[in-house]
Each structure stands twice: as structure tokens, then as C-alpha cells.
């Protein structure tokens, strides 16, 4: 019994329900820091997916509209308006949320795995000096879209029909 009462560490002076309420309320804030910081790091994480999905979104559904566009306008010329169908019909199969995010084209942390260069209007660097690329680059560079956007501009060629790409407000 007398070990009970032995002063055995520095919160020996303390009622001896202080070391447990200490140990509690470590364990709480370790737990709520925690928390709050997966919170910040999914938020952010959040919003630069958003940011990419809706970039790549708006050029698949330009390229798929496109692509549908073209099909109608070729109403007529069975030929035309078959194989025009059935190019549709591929990038629809093609085109979709699983396809595009594919594990060998980004990684687990939502970084891309393909080259997307480092040119733009400015020359490619921030105002630090740094590389600067931007979803919008991303989402040119982005192998299906590369793919599908030289597939609508050889269809739309044939047709001659000219396709203007869609303006980025």
C-alpha cells in the first residue's frame, strides 16, 4: 500500500487523478491536431481534384459533343455517318471516369504520370523562377485527350467542317 503513495515520477505533488486527466487531455489534443490536419490536407486535396476533373471534364465533353456534332452532320452519307457513329461509340468506351484516371496515368496521390511540358505564354515559369504548370496543361497533355483531340480534328477536317475549342473563361 505504501507504494501507492510513493513518489515515483515529477506529478507525485498532484491529487492522483491528475496524471490520468493529464494523459486524457494529451491524448484529446494529439487526437484533435490530428484530425484537423487530415481535414486541412483532404480539403486541399479536394480542391486541386476538383480543379483537374473539371479541366479534363470540360475536354472530354467538348471532344464527345464534338464528336456527336460531327455524327449528325453527316445524316445522309451512310458511310460517313456509320464510321462517324462508330468513332463516337469507341470514345464514349474510351472517355470515362475510370479510363481517364487510370492508375498508369496518375499516381496515388493524384499527380499525373504523363509529360505535360513546361511552355506557356510566359515561357513556362512562375514568378519565382519555378515551372509552372497549370490544370489547364494537364488537361491538354493528358494522353486520351491528346488522342480523341486528333481524331476530332481529322474527322471534322474530312467533313469540312471547322471546330473552334472551346474558350476558357
Known sequence: MDEIFTATSDTADEPSDMPRLRSVHCTAGYREGISSSKQQ????????????GAELGARIGFILGALEGLAIAAIGGSRQEGRLRTILTQARAELTTVNVFNSDLFKEDGTWKFAVGVEDEEGGLDGNGETSIT???????????????ATLQLESQKLAIRLDPPVDN
Open 135 to 149: 490544370f489547364k496543361r494537364v488537361a491538354d497533355m493528358h494522353p486520351l485527350v491528346l488522342k480523341w483531340s
Open 41 to 52: 490536407q483532404l480539403q486541399e486535396g479536394f480542391d486541386e481534384g476538383y480543379s483537374l
